[in-house]
Structures are given as structure tokens and as C-alpha cells.
């Protein structure tokens, strides 16, 4: 079974607008934190936000927030007001504890388009 | 700071070729990856070391080989290059306290390999 499970290979949205990238997981570890990454058309991986599954509250990060839903296993990364510059792949990712023995594993991604 | 640096950017190799990724850090951290990036698709995990003379198996091993034999210093080498290896690959290492901001993950720029 995919442990990080991302079912949009596409979301369009309009310069403006606010869009939800959807990811959802699946760990019995209690212990775990999940990622969001950015890669533009350059390829570098760039870090958007973080939530730990200890977090009570969802995280924020200028732009962007991530929906925590822990019982749906679900961490959706909402981007309010839309640049032209978010056009990008969104990559979810999932670390199952807490040391340098947990690796991080990736969703497929999203490949956004944000249109003027 | 440097970060992590990766070396070479891009590489054609013929098949049967062999090659050395070259992956250098200088922020002191334990715990280093290899990733690879199949086209369209989400990262893999190829090695991992946990500090100096320390490595395990990813998901995807079979063709690589690395070795730790210090902190700096993660190389991925390629044995007899196959098609199915062209990938970008990236290299990226955990550090305690997240002063990058990431949660410790700092992602190298990466390496684009094409195999023919």
C-alpha cells in the first residue's frame, strides 16, 4: 500500500485564487511528520511547511497551510491568493518517527498551473 | 554556506558505463540521503547513512553502491549504467535543530543523469 497518496496529477487555478492540493497518508507509527516540497521547473526541492502528528494546531507558513485532518489521514496544503510563480510540482512526503533512521517517502505529486 | 553541494549537474552516459555521484556537505550533519527522481514522478530512496562508515539499503538499491568514510562526504556510484537509471538524483542530509528551516532536511540542487 502507498504510504503518501496524492490523487490530483493536475490542479489549474486562477492568479488570486486560494487551491487545495490533496494528500493523505497512512502510518500505524504513532510518532510521524509530514512535508510539503515545491519543485519548480529549475528542479531544486524547496521546503513549504511542516506538521508534526503531535501538533495541535495546523500549520501556517505565509501562503501556506496545511489541513490536518489526523483521523482522515489527511494533510491537504491550501495556498491562498495565487502567484504566478506557485506554477510548480507539489510534493507531500511522510518521516514515520522521529530520527535520521526515518527516511522520508514522497507522493507522486501535483503539477500546479496558476493562470493570469 | 555551501549546503549541499552535488556534483556533477548533468551526465550522458552510454550503458555499461560506470560513474561516481559525488554529494558534499559542510553543516556537520550525521545523516545523509540518496534520493532519485524518476520523471513525473515522486522521489525514491536509493541509500542512506545514519554517520561515517554507516550505510543501509532504500527502496530502490539494486545498481548503486555508496560509501561514508566521513561526515562530508555521501558518493553514490553507479555500476555498469542501465536506461531504467537515467533519473535526477539528489542528495539531501538531516541535521538536529532545523536551522536551515526545514526540519533539518537540506536538499542538494541535484544531478541529471541520462543513460543511452
Known amino acids: 500500500a502507498q504510504k503518501i497518496t496524492q490523487t490530483q496529477p493536475g490542479m489549474f487555478v486562477q492568479e488570486k485564487e486560494a487551491v487545495t492540493l490533496d494528500c493523505t497518508y497512512d502510518?500505524?507509527?504513532?510518532?510521524?511528520?509530514l512535508f510539503w516540497y515545491k519543485q519548480p521547473s529549475s528542479g531544486e526541492m524547496i521546503f513549504l511547511i511542516y506538521?508534526?502528528?503531535?501538533?495541535?494546531q495546523n500549520a501556517t507558513e505565509g501562503r501556506y497551510s496545511l489541513n490536518f485532518q489526523k483521523a482522515r489521514k489527511s494533510a491537504n496544503l491550501v495556498i491562498s491568493a495565487s502567484q504566478l510563480g506557485d506554477s510548480a510540482m507539489y510534493f507531500c512526503?511522510?518521516?514515520?518517527?522521529?530520527?535520521?533512521?526515518?527516511?522520508?517517502?514522497f507522493g507522486k505529486g501535483t503539477m500546479l498551473l496558476v493562470s493570469p | 554556506n555551501a549546503g549541499v553541494t552535488q556534483t556533477p549537474k548533468f551526465r550522458i552516459l552510454k550503458i555499461g558505463q560506470s560513474m561516481t555521484l559525488q554529494c558534499t556537505q559542510d553543516?556537520?550533519?550525521?545523516?545523509m540521503y540518496w534520493y532519485r527522481q524518476d520523471p513525473g514522478m515522486g522521489l525514491k530512496l536509493i541509500y542512506y547513512?545514519?554517520?561515517?562508515?554507516?550505510?543501509d539499503k532504500g527502496e530502490v538499491p539494486n545498481g548503486y553502491n555508496v560509501s561514508r568514510s566521513t561526515t562530508e562526504d555521501f558518493p553514490l556510484r553507479l555500476e555498469l549504467a542501465a536506461p531504467s537509471q537515467t533519473s535526477v538524483y539528489f542528495c539531501?542530509?538531516?541535521?538536529?535543530?532545523?536551522?536551515?528551516?526545514?526540519?533539518?532536511?537540506?536538499f542538494g540542487s541535484g544531478t541529471r543523469l541520462t543513460v543511452v
Open positions: 512526503a511522510m518521516r514515520e518517527g522521529n530520527s535520521g533512521y526515518s527516511t522520508l517517502t
Open positions: 502510518t500505524s507509527d504513532p510518532s510521524y511528520g
Open positions: 506538521q508534526g502528528s503531535y501538533d495541535q
Open positions: 553543516m556537520n550533519h550525521n545523516y
Open positions: 547513512s545514519v554517520g561515517a562508515g554507516i550505510t
Open positions: 539531501a542530509t538531516l541535521g538536529a535543530g532545523g536551522e536551515f528551516g526545514d526540519y533539518g532536511y537540506t
